[in-house]
């Protein structure tokens, strides 16, 4: 699986943007999906996943209410609408593939293939 995401850019705080998700080489309608991001100095951390499905989603305390996951298995694509957002937000975003579920959505070692990322960038 080949993942590509992108909708970052430079927005000011209080802003919105919608990132997405590409796949391709493989669909991932069987597959769990997850968003990250690593702010400069940071370790990685997990932002909100969706089930294969799209029945369940988790978030990260910090996002909770601001953002949304969102998939179009039809498209092979996975969303993240990104509201509210703060120069906390700051952080380079990657999604990543979940084969299969084996207790936790947060860690990164959870996830089996990974996209580059794209830059978002909120100005105070």
């Known amino acids: 699986v080949q993942l590509q995401a992108s909708g970052g850019g430079l927005v000011q705080a209080g802003g919105s943007l919608r990132l997405s998700c590409a796949a391709s080489?493989?669909?991932?309608?069987?597959?769990?999906m997850g968003w990250f991001r690593q702010a400069p100095g940071k370790e990685r951390e997990f932002v909100a996943a969706?089930?294969?499905?799209?029945?369940?989603?988790y978030y990260a305390d910090s996002v909770k209410g601001r953002f949304t996951i969102s998939r179009d298995n039809a498209k092979n694509t996975v969303y993240l609408q990104m509201n509210s957002l703060k120069p906390e937000d700051t952080a380079v975003y990657s999604c990543?593939?979940?084969?299969?579920?084996?207790?936790?959505?947060?860690?990164?070692?959870?996830?089996?293939?990974w996209g580059q990322g794209t830059l978002v960038t909120v100005s105070s």
């Open positions: 990543a593939v979940n084969k299969y579920y084996d207790g936790t959505y947060t860690d990164t070692r959870a996830y089996d293939y």
């Open positions: 080489r493989r669909a991932i309608s069987t597959y769990n």
């Open positions: 969706i089930t294969w499905s799209g029945g369940r989603t």
